[in-house]
Structures are given as C-alpha cells and as structure tokens.
C-alpha cells in the first residue's frame, strides 16, 4: 500500500482557515484519492466484521505511530483497500489528491541516515577527481547521520545564498525501519523494512567540498534539506519488483531525474553494490534501531550534477533558485521539488 501525509485546509471557528496534518493510504480503484486513515478506520470498525477488533490504543496519531503499531494496522487498512476496490467504502471517505498537500510520509523521522552504496557513482566522482577507488568500499557499507530535522516532502525547498553554489541534487531510495533491533543479521534484515520512498539529498557542492577538508564528513553541504515522498510504499506492494538473494532483497526499478523537464539521470535500484539488507546489519552493529528511522541508498549512477559533470555529460550545470527538480523510481512515484531562495533572516525558536 502506498501511504501518505497531507495537510487538508479545513474550516475554522475563528477567522480565516486551520490546516490539519493527516495520514492517508492512496486508493487502489482511484489513484487520484486518498482515504483519510482516522476516519476510514473508524468506518471499518463499524461493521459487523470488525467491529470487535477495533483499535486497542486508539488511532494512529501520525505516520511514526502507525509504523510503531503496524501490526495492528496494517492488516485492517489491506481490508479496507479491498473492500475500497469492491465499491463498497463511502463516498465520503475519500479525498481528492488535488485538494490537498502533500508533505514528507514522515515528517519527523527519528533520525536520517545516508548511504553510499552504488558502486557506479562512487567510481565516478573519485575518478572526475584524479584519485583511485578506494578498496575499502567493498568491505563493508558506510553511513553517515544527516538532518533528520530539515525533511520536507513535495513543494518549494528553501536555500540560502552560500548553499546556492554549486547546488545539486542526488537521486535516490529510501527505507524506513518498520520493527527495531539490534545486531540484525542480513539474512533477516528485510524483515525489519517496512517500506520504500523517494529520497532527494540536496547537497550543497562548494560548502561540502570545504568542510570535508577537514576529514569530518559533510555536515552544512547536507544539513539544509533532504525531502521524501510523496508515498511510503509498503514493502509488500514491492514484491513483484523484488529480487531475493542471500545478503537480502533488491529491487528491479528505474530511477530517473528530471530538471526543468530535461531527463538528467537514469539508473535502476537493483545496481546498488550493498542491498538495504547488508546496510541493515552494519547499522545494527552494536545500536538498537527504532521504528521510524530513515536510512538513504546513496547516489545512484548519474543521480546528480557532480557526478555528470564531472564526467563531461554535462557542462557545469548546477541548481539555482526557480528550478524544478524531479524524482522518478518506478513504484515509488515522483517526487517534485521547486528551488527558493530564502531569506537570510533571523528566525527564533519556539
């Protein structure tokens, strides 16, 4: 299934209008509809075959709390799906997907990791800088912590003036953790996946390039934005693309990107040289993972400017404000982001 959350503008009391957060799963018989999880589980309780499961702990809150609770949700939500694709769910449980905004399935992951796991961009950007591979991407996947409090999902992306230099994208896939754990082995790591996004890591070139002179890895050439979505995709609505092999799963599908309507990249999920599964274990190593948390692939061969540059594909074209950047992975959907710049003002904190 394929889960979202939204803002829907409602009516207010007092002047003007309240928007509302809200987790929603996409119609199978509608693509263009989302069913309102709140309500719609409130609807299915109501009938005579489930009404004496209801919900234990009450509705999901948001996105993390149904992850946290998957196994009481995600069985009434595939029955809700079919009876969805029967005709038999009311009219009224639907929500046009245009009426409403989409933001990042989750919007405040417990943390966000990033990956460097396609073999194809990491020799790619070391050669365009006159070094050799390094021997040690083949023994062992790596990971780095990102923002996990700069998501966004679909929409405009703010970038301030320094980190407009060089301004890239890097397409990519995303998990996230369904069941924690510790020292989770390869050969059951999928197990604790429980879904799939779309992953823009927008990296800021000339900053990330400075600081990482410092031998400390990218922190504000990352930190300023990474948006997700615009859908959660369940691990099992993926099974049909899935590839099963002894260090885990991959995934037979097609990531493009797309800049000002212009196809900048093209590669496929499955060429990642480390499967999610093997990024599972060595992140387990030691740490117990949580529901929740977010963990990127990497770039994938010809995913951003730095790379295509790099190798001549393209001619210093980097990112600046009013473009439109676009991911595409085959199931996954598109995500959309718009570059604005924004103002250098002093914000306080709540």
Not at 113 to 128: L, S
Not at 142 to 153: E, K
Request: aromatic share 6%.
């Amino acid at each position: 299934m394929k889960l979202v959350t939204f803002i829907a503008p409602q009516a207010s009391s007092s002047a003007g209008a309240a928007s509302a957060e809200k987790i929603g799963v996409i119609s199978t018989k509608h693509p263009d509809r989302i069913l309102e999880i709140g309500q719609s589980l409130e609807w299915l309780t109501t009938l005579a075959s489930t009404a004496s499961r209801g919900t234990a702990g009450g509705l999901p809150r948001d996105m993390l709390d149904l992850i946290r609770r998957e196994d009481e949700f995600l069985p009434q939500l595939r029955e809700l799906l079919k009876l969805d694709a029967e005709g038999k769910v009311p009219a009224s449980l639907h929500v046009a997907a245009s009426a409403v905004q989409l933001i990042s399935p989750i919007p405040r992951p417990v943390s966000m990791r990033d990956g460097y796991a396609f073999r194809q961009h990491v020799e790619a950007a070391r050669r365009n800088r006159g070094v050799p591979m390094i021997p040690e991407f083949d023994h062992f996947p790596v990971i780095y912590f990102t923002n996990h409090l700069a998501v966004s999902g679909p929409g405009p992306v703010l970038v301030q003036k320094l980190a407009q230099d060089k301004l890239d994208f890097e397409l990519e896939a995303a998990i996230v953790i369904g069941k924690g754990g510790k020292n989770i082995p390869a050969s059951r790591a999928d197990e604790h996946i429980f879904g799939y996004m779309v992953m823009n890591d927008w990296s800021a070139r000339t900053l990330q390039m400075e600081e990482m002179k410092l031998n400390l890895g990218p922190a504000k050439g990352k930190d300023f934005a990474t948006t997700l979505g615009p859908c959660l995709v369940t691990r099992d609505e993926l099974a049909a693309h899935a590839i099963a092999g002894p260090q885990g799963e991959r995934h037979n599908l097609r990531m493009r990107a797309y800049v000002n309507g212009k196809q900048v990249s093209d590669g496929n999920l499955k060429d990642m040289s480390w499967t999610f599964a093997q990024i599972v274990e060595r992140t387990s190593y030691g740490v117990m993972l949580q529901p929740g948390e977010v963990i990127g692939s990497g770039t994938v061969g010809t995913g951003c400017f730095l790379e295509l540059n790099g190798s001549k594909i393209t001619d210093n074209w980097w990112l600046k404000p009013g473009d439109e950047v676009v991911m595409e992975i085959e199931a996954l959907g598109r995500l959309v982001n718009t570059v604005v710049e924004a103002p250098e003002t002093y914000v306080p904190g709540l």
